[in-house]
C-alpha cells in the first residue's frame, strides 16, 4: 500500500471523487437522452465523470509526490461567525433589524482573540442605528426596524 | 469616427447627475474597501447587489464597476503610507513605495500613482470603446459551437494563469458548473439537484455563493491567523512631483498602460497579473535595477499604472462577448443577470445605452477619484486605525443584510454560511475560489450551448473541430494546458527521481 505523501491533494481528489460519484447517483433520476437530444440528466453526468477524473488525478499523484501536511483547523471562528449570522437571518423578521444587530456584533465578536463584551455592545448599537438609518430608511429595504412589526 | 459618437452617447448618460452620484458612490467604496485588508472587491459587490435592485441597471453596473476600479485606487494608498497592501493587485507597490515614502517622498509616490492610473485608466478607456465594435461584430458571427469552446478557452484561460495546481482550478471549474445548473432546467422544467427544497428551484444565488467563499470565508481565515496589525504613521508633506522624478516615472506610465492594458484582455488577466508583470519589466529595463527595492519612482509608476489599465480592460470579454475572465467580472454577470441583461455581443445594440454609458462612466469614475483621493487619504489612513475586531462583525452585518434582503429568507442566509464553510476547507485544501465562481455563473450557458450545438450536428461531436473558429479556440486552449502542464510533469519525474 502506498503511502499518502500529499494529504491536501488527496483529500482534495477524494472530496472530488465523492462529490462526482454523488452527482450521477443523484443525476440518475434525470432522463440522460442522446447526444442530438440532450435530457436534462446528460450534462450533470459528464461533469460528475470529469470530477471523478480530475479528483481521481489529484488522489493518485498525492501518492506519488510529497506535499505539505494539512493545516490546524481551528472550529471556533468557524462556528461563531457562521453561527451568528444564520442567526441573524433566523430572527431578523421577528426582532427587527435593530436588536438582529446587536445581537449579531455581540455574537460575532466573540470569535476574536480580542474580544471585549462591553466594547462590542456599544459598536453593536452604533451599527444598529447606522444599519436602521442606510437600510431601513435610506435604501427602503423591506425590513422591520423593531420587534412585532409586520 | 463611429467611436467617438458612441462616446458621445455614453458620456451623456454617464454625466447626468443620478449616474455621477452612483459613480461616485462606486469609487469612494472602492477606495475604502481597497484600503481596508480583509475585503476584496468581489465580497463587496457581492454585499451590494441586492441594494441596486431598484436602480436602473447602468446606474447599477456603473456604481459595482466603480468598486473594481476605486479598490485598485485605495489600495495603493496604504501599500505606500504604511506598506499594507489592501489589495492583491498592489502587493508590488509595496515594494518602492513604501521605500519612498520611508525617505520622506510619500507625496510624489501618491502623485505618481495616482496621475499614471488616471492616465492609464484614460487610455484603457479608449481601448475598451475602440475594440469593442470590431470584437461584439465577430461575436455575433459565433454559433453554439463556437460560444462553447470560446467558453472552453475562457475558463482554461482563467486557470492557467492563476497560482496553484491545474488539475485542482479545473476541478473548482467544473464543481462552479455543477453548482450553476442547480434548479429548474429550462429545457425539460426537471428540478436538478434540488433536494426537494422549493427555495432551490431557482438555482443558487451569485450572491449567495461569492459571498460565503470570497466574504465569509475570508474573515474566518483572517481569525484564526495572528489579526494584530501594526499601523506606522508617516508623515506626508505635501503632494509634489520634481520634473526630474516626472522624467524618470514617464516611461514607466507609458510601459505600464500597454502592458496592462493587454495582460487585462486575457482570461484570468486583470489588476494583479498587470502589477506584477509590470514591476518585474520595469526592473528588467532599468538602468539601475538595484535601485528597486530601495524607492525607485518607475516600481511604482509602472504597476500602478498596469493594475488600473487591466481592471479597465478586462471588461473587454464580459462586454463583447459576455465571458467573464476573472471573478469580478463574474460578479458583474451576476448583477446583469440580475437586471435581466443577457450578457453578450448584443448588449451593444440592445442596450446602446447602457454599454457606452458604463464605458464613459469609467473614465468618469477615474477622474473623480484621481481629484477626489488626494484630499481624502488623512480619512483613509484614520480608517486603518479601527481594529480587526471592530471590523469584522461590520462587514458580517452589511452581509447578513444584504444576502438575506435578496429574497427575504433566512434560507440564502443559511446557504451563504454553508459556503463559508465550503470557502474555509477549500482554502486549508489550497483550491482557489475564483474558478469555481467563474464555472458557476457560465454553467447554464455552457450547457445551453452545448446543447443546441449538437442539436444542430445530430449529436456528433466532430463540430467542434471541424468548424474553424472553434477548433482555433479549442486548440488554444489545449496549448494551454499543454504548456502548464509539461513543465509540472518535468518537476514531478525529477522529484520521483530524487525520492528513487
Known sequence: ?150 | MEVFQHLATGFGVALTAVNLLYALIGALLGTLIGVLPGIGPVATIAMLLPTTYALEPVSALIMLAGIYYGAQYGGSTTAILVNMPGESSSVVTCLDGYQMARKGQAGAALAIAALGSFFAGSCATVLVAAVSLPLSALALKFGPAEYFSLMVLGLIGAVVLAHGSLVKAIAMIVLGLLLGIVGTDVNSGVERFTFDIPELSDGIGVVVVAMGLFGFAEIILNLESNEKREVIRTRLKGLWLTLAQLKQAAPAVLRGTALGSMLGVLPGGGAMLSSFASYSLEKKLARDPSQFGHGAIQGVAGPESANNAGAQTSFIPLLTLGIPENAVMAMMVGAMTIHNIQPGPQVMTSNPQLFWGLIASMWVGNLMLVVLNLPLIGIWIRLLTVPYRILYPAILLFCGIGVYTVNNTSFDVMQTAFFGALGVLFAKLECEPAPLLLGFVLGPMMEENLRRALLLSRGDPSVFATRPISAVLLAAAIVLVLVIALPNIRRQREEAFQEA
Open chain 1, 1 to 150: 500500500m502506498a503511502s499518502i505523501r500529499n494529504p491536501r491533494d488527496f483529500v482534495a481528489g477524494a472530496i472530488f471523487i465523492a462529490i462526482g460519484i454523488a452527482t450521477i447517483a443523484l443525476g440518475s433520476r434525470y432522463t440522460l437522452g442522446t447526444a442530438a437530444r440532450m435530457g436534462p440528466g446528460y450534462f450533470p453526468r459528464i461533469l460528475g465523470i470529469l470530477l471523478i477524473v480530475l479528483g481521481g488525478i489529484l488522489a493518485l499523484r498525492a501518492l506519488r509526490v510529497r506535499g505539505a501536511p494539512l493545516p490546524p483547523f481551528h472550529w471556533r471562528p468557524l462556528v461563531i461567525v457562521l453561527g451568528s449570522v444564520v442567526l441573524f437571518g433566523a430572527i431578523v423578521q421577528k426582532v427587527g433589524v435593530a436588536l438582529a444587530t446587536v445581537i449579531l456584533i455581540v455574537t460575532a465578536s466573540a470569535a476574536s482573540r480580542e474580544f471585549r463584551p462591553r466594547e462590542s455592545l456599544v459598536v453593536g448599537v452604533a451599527l444598529a442605528a447606522l444599519a436602521v438609518g442606510v437600510f431601513v430608511v435610506g435604501l427602503q429595504l423591506q425590513l422591520p426596524i423593531w420587534p412585532g412589526q409586520p
